[in-house]
């Protein structure tokens, strides 16, 4: 059996300890579709070790998992990512990433629940994983922004167009990022934060 128990008698390290000066936490989910790089955004952000359930992809998946585009992936979400990030000495984000599977999706129910926003990452190499996920956001009400994460082979269209093609709402913030840096993927979380901010104003 893996053994773990330098984890156990060490115990939280400082940074899992929640800071004394948090008043408020806000629930964040990431979404997107299969293998656009929801876990690694909340495992580059996070401040915590991420929780994440990674299994390993076998051939049975073959026919039944899509990972065109994504060919080289060995392991998938198979229930959630959860991580937190600290945004302010006041505000705290806890992030929860969801499978991007479809035979996973029924997860997201309870994942969502209590979700103040989401952050949907986009691959423009599979734009159209990305009409469902957005299309069950609507349905839910969830303010969401989209953030289009840089693959090096991926093909870069202007956001406007990317816009159009998503038929996404001209208030809908719209960034480009790269989920492995700690930094793009904290803007991203800022932009959703303001996003937030500015629906809740009064109009
Ligand atoms: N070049 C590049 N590679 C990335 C980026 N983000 C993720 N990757 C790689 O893309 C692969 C997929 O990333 P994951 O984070 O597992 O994707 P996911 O959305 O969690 O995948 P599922 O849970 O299976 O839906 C990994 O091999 C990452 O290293 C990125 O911004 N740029
Ligand atoms: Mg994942």
């Known amino acids: 059996m ?41 495992g580059s952000v996070s401040e915590i070790r991420p929780l994440t359930t990674e299994e390993t992809m076998t051939q049975a998946g073959i026919g039944v998992d899509d990972n065109s585009g994504v060919e080289t992936k060995t392991a998938t979400t198979v229930a959630m990512d ?13 992030l929860f990433g969801t499978p991007g599977q479809e035979r ?26 990305s009409f469902d996920v957005i299309g069950r956001l609507e349905e839910r009400g969830v303010p969401f922004v989209v953030a289009v994460n840089t693959f090096p082979d991926a093909p870069s269209h202007p956001v406007e167009a990317l816009r159009v093609a998503l038929d996404l709402p001209d208030e809908v913030p719209m960034v480009n990022c790269d989920a492995r840096l700690r930094a793009s993927s904290r ?17």
Request: glycine share 10%.
């Open 187 to 203: 803007d991203v979380l800022l932009t959703l934060m303001r996003y937030l901010h500015s629906l809740a104003l009064p109009a």
């Open 82 to 94: 959860f991580g937190r990030i600290s945004i302010s000495e006041q505000l705290v984000l806890y």
């Open 104 to 129: 996973f999706w029924f997860l997201w129910n309870g994942l969502f629940e209590g979700a103040l926003g989401a952050v949907v990452l986009v691959d423009t190499r599979r734009l159209e994983v």
């Open 2 to 42: 893996d053994s773990r128990s330098s984890d156990t008698i060490t115990g939280p390290r400082n940074e899992d300890v929640l800071p004394t000066t948090a008043t408020s936490a806000v629930k964040v989910v990431i979404v997107g579709g299969f293998g656009v790089g929801k876990t690694t955004m909340v």
